[in-house]
């Protein structure tokens, strides 16, 4: 909190202005272009006669030094000069260092700005991005929001970007980044009239390999970045160039060379974007990003001076005055935005829990049945899992349960249930030195007596997934102390500073006997303040064993890990991104592969080898690496700026590790993963509960995930749904979608959900044939038949 204690009125005299900035300009030019340079001279010399007939107190001499400096800035530069285009923004950080109210004041303060300085400066053209802020200045200043409007008919307000936020890019999901288009291309289009052409996205922590395919379904071509400038390992070796994305989509991405979204205008920044860019063979434009950011204020007239001086001057470049926030969902934030979040989730997960309800309950209309439990599966594709059915007074019983593909199955109540004997019942084991054995008759799963894996076992062929005399499920402890940003960044000296961290032989007990499930239990000290507890679970039929995790953390610029040495070797390792996966390395031989010491992740990586490899899924963590043979998950830190609290307290997390034989795509490691991060939903049925078991849909190629199924957003009556769809293996294929709604007509649409005018596809016998090239995400609209009457 600060106090004002003083406030003075002055004169403005802006004669004197004009001459301070002159000179400054003058002063930029002589340094800047050095002293082999003849216009560096002229520069020199023209403000040291300047100096000569100016007199500070007689004001009628400041029109002779106007003129002098006048004639030098009016000597044109050549048409081969380099051209800038110099673009007034006001990057507003919609939370970082303050709350989401202040972010609201910021826009408002801002934007007033800007509107003053395009009035008096009709040739001032401002970029805008971010459809929440503009959404929050209508809803609280509706006068400024008009005359946002009415400069952006001007065309002086550009709106870009197309996002609702300027989103992180590695952790959101592929649905949530196409909802950020959809928000916001529709945003803008409501209030201003158009789209936007372009993604906007100055300051963000990495970058999708499936952005490009977004942006194109979403009527965009062309990305302007930055973040790249501040690689500290590699220098990115272009500004303008085509980025091709995992599916060949090809987007023109812009990386303004001057390294910088908040530039002033001055006569060294001109200068650095002109020799920094990479590209001055080919391209002889480059952005100019001007105006202070992060937390707003934007241009001020003292930078629109400088660049109408700089305009065309000879010896510089020709100045054209032209045209899933990142720092909240990474956790880069002060508390109170922290705090802030965690109330947001909280009523989505409480209006999402209503919406469920009341969902499970339209689709049992009308189907009379036993009371009892109605089972959900949101995945496409059928499932038969172990499950902990509620029974009355709050207990749980163990249940193998069969549901089919995006639908449900009727389960009669938990008292009546008859326990069902597995062809292969899991065993568990513990030897007299506390090691346990866990078997299913797929995987055989072995514990020191400390909760160490000291071996995975694929039954069927008896291939061993640890590699000899190692040990896996090691937490490790970093030292993590960064450089310069202590949430952002992650250096590599931290993996110097390895300790693993050691368990008591004989904390390992039996949690769970077997049968259905099996599962033991043990406790860690990580340090004198942190703690944690684990349980490993193996269910019946299921090819993975599951760490289910609890950690008291209490620590101070540390980074835990769990490894996972695994018997396989591969120069490659296998992440999940968003819509896909690629492919990293797993050695550094080269600067470019050492910088990917620690790399992002969704819900899986795997290892493999010819015929065989290991997967390590995830329920929530991001973080990961895999160096040789070692798969490594990253878990928690500790950072203390700008959030001293960041990560403080309890969490739960689950984590399982997969042995597979032949590839991972054949082996089911896509849909295991997104079986551990979608469980099986037990939903009270309401009376009466449907008889038998329904799947929406079902596809013919486990190639192929219904990722999203959604109501159209522009729905008459409701009647109209969009499925999102996309290739998961990497392969060309046909596949068949079973429909088993009364659908009237199948278009096919883009990410904006308009549709193909040549999109629309024959139903044959409640089937739709759909074609995939690698990774392709399609999407689909569905009108439904009218109910009758």
Not at 90 to 113: G, N, Q, Y
Not at 258 to 273: A, N, P, R
Not at 329 to 356: F, K, P
Request: charged residues 15%; proline residues 7%; glycine residues 8%.
């Amino acid at each position: 909190m600060f106090q004002l204690s003083r406030a003075e009125l002055a004169v403005f005299h802006r004669d004197v202005h004009m001459l301070l900035v002159d000179l400054e300009l003058l002063l930029g030019i002589a340094k800047g272009l050095g002293k082999d340079n003849q216009r560096s001279f002229q520069a020199l010399y023209t403000a040291n006669q300047m100096v000569n007939v100016c007199d500070p107190a007689q004001p009628e001499t400041f029109p002779v030094a106007q003129a002098l400096a006048s004639r030098f800035f009016g000597q044109r530069g050549g048409e081969s000069q380099h051209t800038i285009h110099a673009t007034g923004h006001c990057h507003i950080d919609t939370a970082w260092l303050w709350p989401f109210k202040e972010t609201m004041r910021k826009c408002a303060r801002s934007w007033v700005t800007a509107l003053q300085l395009m009035e008096r400066n009709p040739e001032f053209i401002f970029a805008c991005s971010q459809a929440q802020q503009l959404e929050w200045v209508k809803n609280r200043y509706p006068g400024l929001h008009s005359r946002l409007q009415e400069f952006a008919r001007r065309g002086q307000f550009v709106p870009v970007g197309g996002t609702w936020v300027e989103m992180d890019g590695n952790l959101p999901s592929g649905e949530a980044m196409v909802r950020q288009f959809l928000q916001g291309q529709n945003f803008f289009l409501q209030e201003f009239g158009k789209m936007c052409s372009e993604f906007w996205l100055p300051d963000t922590f990495g970058y999708s390999a499936q952005l490009p395919q977004i942006m194109h379904g979403c009527g965009i071509r062309r990305f302007l970045t930055q973040k790249l400038s501040w690689n500290l390992v590699n220098s990115f070796p272009h500004h303008t160039f085509f980025w091709e994305g995992l599916d060949g989509s090809r987007v023109l991405v812009h990386f303004p060379p001057g390294d910088s979204y908040g530039m002033q205008g001055s006569v060294e920044e001109v200068l650095k974007t002109v020799a920094n860019n990479r590209d001055k063979g080919r391209a002889n434009h480059s952005a100019f990003l001007f105006g202070f950011g992060d937390g707003g204020g934007g241009p001020t007239q003292t930078m629109l001076d400088r660049l109408k001086r700089l305009s065309n001057t000879d010896g510089l470049p020709r100045l054209l005055l032209l045209n899933q926030f990142h720092d909240v969902v990474t956790g880069s934030c002060i508390q109170i935005v922290a705090e802030e979040a965690m109330c947001h989730y909280e009523d989505i997960r409480s209006h999402g829990n209503t919406l469920l309800s009341t969902a499970a309950a339209a689709l049992c209309a009308g189907e009379p049945g036993p009371e009892g439990l109605l089972i959900v599966n949101t995945l496409p594709w059928k499932r038969t899992e172990v499950m902990a059915l509620p029974k009355p007074g709050g207990a749980h019983s163990l249940a193998l349960v069969t549901v089919p593909s995006m639908g449900y199955a009727p389960v009669p109540p938990p008292t009546s249930l008859q326990p069902l004997l597995p062809q292969q019942p899991v065993f568990v084991l513990q030897e007299t030195d506390g090691s346990v054995t866990l078997d299913n008759g797929i995987i055989r799963v072995k514990l020191d007596p400390t909760g160490r894996l000291t071996s995975l076992v694929l039954v069927a062929s008896g291939r061993e997934a640890i590699a000899e005399g190692a040990v896996g499920n090691q937490f490790v402890l970093f030292d993590d102390v960064p450089l310069y940003w202590d949430a952002w960044d992650v250096m590599d000296y931290h993996l110097e500073t390895r300790k693993p961290v050691l368990g008591q032989a004989g904390t390992l007990a039996v949690g769970t006997e077997g049968g259905l499930r099996g599962s033991a239990w043990f406790l860690l000290q990580i340090s004198p303040n942190s703690r944690l507890s684990q349980e490993v679970v193996l269910d019946v039929g299921c090819p993975y064993v599951r760490f289910h995790t609890e950690v008291h953390w209490h620590e101070a610029h540390k980074f835990l890990k769990v490894e996972f040495p695994a018997r396989v070797r591969s120069s490659q390792a296998t992440y999940e991104i968003q819509f896909g996966h690629l492919q990293r390395p797993t050695h550094y031989n080269t600067s470019w592969d050492w910088a990917r010491f620690e790399v992002w992740a969704h819900r899986w990586m795997d290892l493999s080898e010819h015929g065989f490899g290991l997967a390590l899924l995830n329920d929530c963590k991001y973080g990961a690496s895999v160096q040789g043979s070692v798969l490594s998950l990253s878990l928690l830190r500790a950072p203390k700026a700008p959030d001293a609290t960041a990560d403080m307290g309890r969490h739960e997390f689950t984590y399982a590790l997969m042995p597979h034989k032949g590839s991972f795509q054949d082996a089911g490691v896509i849909q295991a993963a997104y079986s551990l991060n979608f469980p099986l939903l037990a939903l009270p049925a309401p009376s009466p509960a449907p008889a038998t078991s329904w799947s929406a849909f079902s596809l013919s190629s486990p190639a192929v995930v219904l990722e999203t199924v959604k109501q159209a957003e522009s729905s008459p009556q409701r009647r109209s749904l969009v499925l999102r769809l996309y290739e998961a293996h990497g392969s060309h294929v046909d596949c068949w979608l079973h429909l088993s709604l009364p659908v009237q007509e199948a278009i096919l649409c883009d990410l904006l959900e308009r549709p193909d005018p040549a999109g629309h596809l024959p139903l044959r016998d409640s089937r739709l044939k759909l074609t995939f090239s690698p990774f392709q995400v399609l999407s689909l609209l569905l009108v439904l038949q009218p109910p009758p009457h």
